[in-house]
């Protein structure tokens, strides 16, 4: 029923005519094969998302669909947006069959797909909530209508392009023209104050071809700013919604709802080759990573709005940086790095992920921070749900960020490497295997423990052929088959290539200490420990019969590494003076404790 006209199977994937300077390559055609991500990749299959499925029943996200379907009785239960997080799992599942081909698993979506189908309305509307509580699209502000249904198109997308059934595309098909039929100029204008529709309808049009959902999307994003949530009685900040996207300079208010409109833009600019709107969202992307972005990647500085706060504002004990925030960061910087080719943005998605996102999840992959802080004190009392002081927990009341980090696992494979005609380009480090067409390639690696990478031809094009391996930003001094190259940019080698040719990128992991902008006021007169790409924390466990919030260090001083692989599944520690440090991302996996990121200068 609908003709794709994208060239790759993969979460975000610009059309044939996009202005985009790469593709990416589909998640079944790049497998992380061993490794940290391999590690997490696997618990995620075994244990996220099995586990997932349990929650949304014992939180009964799937017993609103059975109310609705006469199947259970009863008032739907949990937030106004409890359908979305059914959505997301069934979008992680569907990117884990890509990657296992888990026939188990199949059925597995496919049953909730079925119960989600038949829980639609004749004119295409979907929600098993808000028509319990209040009138349809009666409060868009905060009723998540457009939000849910972002959410289930891209799992749609996601089930197409993993599997090849139309089950849930067809669902999402007439709910998307409901939403054409429904809003838009001359019909009625308004918009939701959680975006992700923005997103879902571009990627829907570059699944079936239909103009009116790229249209639409377009109008979504574009209304944003003029006065619509504020004429309801919202403060618009909140709402990214005080400036029109393509005025605004920097980004503000709730900080998951800011990256995901930021990403929706982004995705509209490269459709329709607006290189207005896209300079527009460089400058937002540079502002928040210059002034509203954590060490460890983290975005939102306010538990008050769950917002980002003024420039600079970046509190570390009251840190918000939610793990949905980390995820939104990624998928923006994915479609910022597609449309210009620039490696910051492949920086920045690294950055993310190894620090600000993994933080949110446990070694055995079923437990979760919400809330991503980067100081706990000795003797913290957690005073609500999503306090970090208690450690990871296994679910929440408002459960986004579980299946955010599935959905993000399941499809880790899609943010190794993209293509353009004459080359691919190698943009994160794991042991994997790379089919870009024409050529294969293998990584072979102990990244992010060992600064070595080599890429490995198994298929050889016919005449040249570029390969494109990311320098990081930190890297100086790195050495491509032992030639120096600069750091910030990509090393590239084009010539014609045999089986068997290799290149070797060798990046130093030296230990260093940073220090944050002096306008961080939290963090002035202090440093954090960072290796490669990970920022590293000191925790209570590690550093027995010591004060840490009475410690302090010297950046002068020597830090010696170790490699543990008895520890945390296998780790490399950081010693300096008399205090160890592991990754930042694999603090409370035992047992909740203090832990601090900065420490004071001797």
């Not at 589909?26 to 990749?41: E, H, M, N, P």
């Not at 700013?225 to 208010?253: K, N, Q």
């Not at 913290?380 to 986004?400: K, T, V, Y």
Request: proline share 5%; net charge negative; with cysteine.
């Amino acid at each position: 029923m609908t003709s794709a006209i994208t060239t790759s199977a993969s979460p975000a994937a610009p059309s044939v005519g996009a202005h985009a300077r790469l593709r990416p390559i589909a998640v079944g055609s790049a497998a992380v094969t061993g490794g940290l991500w391999k590690q997490r990749i696997d618990a995620n299959a075994d244990a996220s998302i099995p586990e997932g499925r349990a929650q949304l029943e014992k939180a009964k996200n799937l017993l609103n669909f059975r109310i609705r379907v006469g199947d259970a009785e009863g008032e739907p239960a949990g937030p106004i947006f409890a359908d979305s997080d059914v959505y997301k799992w069934l979008e992680a599942a569907a990117w884990e069959y890509a990657r296992s081909q888990d026939e188990g698993l199949l059925r597995d979506q496919l049953e909730v797909t079925e119960l989600v189908a038949r829980a639609q309305d004749a004119d295409g509307y979907l929600n098993t909530v808000v028509p319990a509580r209040q009138e349809r699209y009666g409060e868009l502000p905060w009723s998540h209508e457009h939000y849910c249904a972002g959410h289930l198109i891209q799992a749609a997308v996601a089930q197409k392009r993993a599997t090849g059934r139309d089950d849930l595309l067809d669902v999402a098909v007439r709910l998307a023209d409901h939403l054409v039929a429904t809003f838009g100029p001359g019909r009625t204008e308004d918009i939701d104050g959680h975006p992700v529709i923005e997103m879902a309808l571009v990627e829907l049009f570059r699944e079936t071809g239909t103009q009116a959902y790229l249209d639409l999307a377009r109008w979504f994003v574009d209304a944003r700013g003029h006065g619509i949530i504020e004429a309801r009685g919202h403060a618009p900040t909140y709402f990214s919604d005080r400036l029109p996207v393509r005025e605004a300079t920097t980004v503000e208010g709730h900080a998951v709802r800011a990256v995901y409109l930021a990403a929706g833009a982004a995705d509209v600019a490269i459709e329709t080759g607006d290189d207005a709107l896209l300079a527009q969202l460089a400058t937002q992307y540079a502002s928040m990573r210059a002034e509203k972005q954590y060490v460890t990647g983290g975005l939102g500085s306010r538990w008050d709005g769950e917002a980002f706060g003024d420039a600079h504002e970046l509190p570390n004990d009251r840190a918000y940086a939610e793990t949905c925030a980390a995820i939104g960061g990624v998928q923006w910087a994915w479609r910022m790095l597609l449309a210009t080719g620039e490696a910051q943005y492949a920086d920045q998605i690294e950055l993310m992920l190894l620090n600000g996102m993994l933080a949110g999840l446990s070694l055995p992959g079923t437990e979760y921070f919400y809330v991503n802080a980067l100081h706990i004190r000795e003797g913290a009392h957690p005073d609500e749900e999503r306090s970090a002081a208690h450690g990871r927990r296994g679910w929440f009341d408002c459960a986004c960020c579980p299946p955010n980090i599935m959905r993000t696992l399941s499809s880790l494979a899609g943010y190794l490497a993209t293509t353009t005609d004459g080359g691919v380009q190698i943009h994160q480090f794991a042991p994997s295997t790379i089919d870009a067409g024409s050529a294969a390639l293998r990584v072979e690696t102990s990244y992010p423990w060992d600064g070595s990478v080599r890429v490995v031809v198994d298929e050889a094009p016919d005449g040249e052929f570029e390969i494109a391996i990311r320098v990081p930003e930190w890297a100086e001094g790195a050495t491509l088959d032992g030639l120096p190259v600069d750091a910030g940019g990509y090393a590239t080698v084009t010539r014609a290539w045999a089986r068997g040719d290799e290149l070797v990128l060798e990046l130093p992991l030296d230990a260093r200490f940073v220090a944050a902008h002096p306008r961080v006021d939290e963090a002035r007169g202090q440093r954090a420990l960072v290796r490669g790409p990970l920022v590293y924390a000191f925790e209570a466990a590690d550093n027995a019969g010591v004060v840490l919030d009475d410690q302090s260090v010297d950046p002068a001083s020597a830090v010696t590494a170790e490699e543990r692989p008895d520890l945390l599944g296998g780790v490399t520690t950081l010693r300096t003076g008399d205090l160890t440090a592991i990754p930042y991302h694999l603090w409370a996996n035992r047992g909740p404790g203090a832990m601090r990121v900065w420490l004071p200068v001797d």
